[in-house]
T-cell receptor, first 113, second 115 residues
Framework: DAGVTQSPTHLIKTRGQQVTLRCSPK?????VSWYQQALGQGPQFIFQ???????QRGNFPDRFSGHQFPNYSSELNVNALLLGDSALYLC????????????FGSGTRLTVV | AQSVTQLDSQVPVFEEAPVELRCNYS??????LFWYVQYPNQGLQLLLK??????LVKGINGFEAEFNKSQTSFHLRKPSVHISDTAEYFC?????????????FGTGTQLKVEL
């Protein structure tokens, strides 16, 4: 049973560029949440998608946007990259509300230079 | 608003010794509490969760945690650690569907098990 799959695993971008990260949820899950984990910090909630709509959003600027597709996979887009966007981006999937615990992917390590 | 405080950034311990990782939370509503473990270059793995009922929760790999509402704590314990337990541990709180089920994490505790 495949867990949560994220791609790419690593990437390097230049300040001002745009990036798209991808996530395939665990089989049977329909909700995808994205978290940003800066070095030495705990993950911070970016947003959550359910039924192809953004259901909740954390304290992140509009440069961060997302999408969920009919097959429940999701993309995270970040525009006008800043050095401070360098972080591990984690995708977590769940069934519905997810209070029983998310399943996390291994993350995408984004470095902005 | 919710918040989580992990009181120790690093905890060194010898193999086969007991360990406690401390977590305090702040929330104005009922909470669900979680402990996750993160091994190097990996995502987060759920160790255990408290949703309701018994305040002593048992998880995977021999870990357990006790929910203390009066002290707003959810400390993680293991009676005898192994080298393989070396990892980063995160405590997290969620107010559940009523308040949005996003997780608010602490800053993590690095557990280093030494021989």
């Amino acid at each position: 049973d495949a867990g949560v799959t994220q791609s790419p695993t690593h990437l390097i971008k230049t300040r001002g560029q745009q990036v798209t990260l991808r996530c395939s949820p665990k089989s049977g899950h329909d909700t995808v949440s994205w978290y940003q984990q800066a070095l030495g910090q705990g993950p911070q909630f970016i947003f959550q998608y359910y039924e192809e709509e953004e259901r909740q959003r954390g304290n992140f600027p509009d440069r961060f946007s997302g999408h969920q597709f009919p097959n429940y996979s999701s993309e995270l887009n970040v525009n006008a990259l800043l050095l401070g966007d360098s972080a591990l981006y984690l995708c977590a999937s769940s069934l519905g509300t997810g209070i029983f615990g998310y399943t996390f992917g291994s993350g995408t390590r984004l470095t902005v230079v | 608003a919710q918040s989580v405080t992990q009181l120790d950034s690093q905890v060194p311990v010898f193999e086969e010794a007991p360990v406690e990782l401390r977590c305090n939370y702040s929330s104005s509503v009922s909470v669900y509490l979680f402990w996750y473990v993160q091994y190097p270059n990996q995502g987060l793995q759920l160790l255990l969760k408290y949703l309701s009922g018994s305040t002593l929760v048992k998880g995977i790999n021999g870990f357990e945690a006790e929910f203390n509402k009066s002290q707003t704590s959810f400390h993680l314990r293991k009676p005898s650690v192994h080298i393989s337990d070396t990892a980063e541990y995160f405590c997290a709180v969620s107010s559940g569907p009523g308040g949005g089920n996003k997780l608010t994490f602490g800053t993590g505790t690095q557990l280093k098990v030494e021989l």
